[in-house]
């Protein structure tokens, strides 16, 4: 079974500064990773994915993540924020277990965008 | 293509009582999955169907739910008697494949248990 783990619930940031929105895992098998972005009354949408290849991936919206298999952790960057990037985020997890593929969420982090 | 839909959108009802919520994939996705979000903690699995049988109900809570989904098309999740603890919002996701794939969801079901 794996686990996922959102170490901050909410992170507000001023407009044009930098975010990280941290995540860490645990899994006895191999793992793929995913962030989603939840913006009001919608379903989750993907950001970006981890499979395979190399450890920083590039996703939507100027996101990107880098997956660091020793300290099982897939934080999410971006750069410079906008107000439209306010929203919740989700960290994903996929490992195989008994019953198949499964994937599991951590508990989100609002990410709250100031002019 | 058509994405997932779910409905209702929103349903209130009184302790003991019944609600089904029903799943619409995404035409040709086989894998069809329920999840649930409790007052802002984690977006837990419930289960998952390939096609029309039960992959893993490991996450299901308790026999009051019942998940169906008769044909591999659609499918419903059954709440009977709901107690409040059943309050949150009821997610639906599909994908083609399993494993890498990506879920595409629904905007969720909201339920209300007074």
């Known amino acids: 079974a794996q686990s996922v783990t959102q170490l901050d619930s909410q992170v507000p940031v001023f407009e044009e500064a930098p975010v990280e929105l941290r995540c860490n895992y645990s899994?006895?098998?191999?793992?793929?990773l995913f962030w989603y972005v939840q913006y009001p009354n919608q379903g989750l949408q993907l950001l970006l994915k981890?499979?395979?290849?190399?450890?920083l991936v590039k996703g939507i919206n100027g996101f990107e993540a880098e997956f660091n298999k020793s300290q099982t952790s897939f934080h999410l960057r971006k750069p410079s924020v906008h107000i439209s990037d306010t929203a919740e985020y989700f960290c994903?997890?996929?490992?195989?277990?008994?019953?198949?593929?499964?994937?599991?969420f951590g508990a989100g982090t609002r990410l709250f965008v100031k002019a | 293509e058509a994405g997932v839909t779910q409905f209702p959108s929103h349903s209130v009802i009184e302790k003991g009582q019944t609600v089904t919520l029903r799943c619409d994939p995404i035409?040709?996705?086989?894998?069809l999955y329920w999840y649930r979000r409790v007052m802002g903690k984690e977006i837990k699995f419930l289960l998952h169907?390939?096609?029309?049988?039960?992959?893993?109900e490991s996450g299901m809570p308790n026999n009051r739910f019942l998940a169906e989904r008769t044909g591999g098309t659609y499918s419903t999740l059954k709440v009977q008697p709901a107690e409040l603890e059943d309050s949150g919002v009821y997610f639906c996701?599909?994908?083609?494949?399993?494993?890498?794939?990506?879920?595409?969801f629904g905007a969720g079901s909201r339920l209300t248990v007074l």
């Open positions: 981890y499979l395979s290849g190399s450890t």
């Open positions: 899994s006895s098998v191999s793992v793929y």
């Open positions: 996701a599909s994908s083609r494949g399993s494993g890498a794939n990506v879920l595409t």
């Open positions: 169907f390939v096609k029309e049988s039960k992959q893993d």
């Open positions: 994903a997890v996929t490992a195989l277990n008994p019953g198949g593929f499964k994937t599991i």
């Open positions: 035409s040709g996705h086989d894998n």
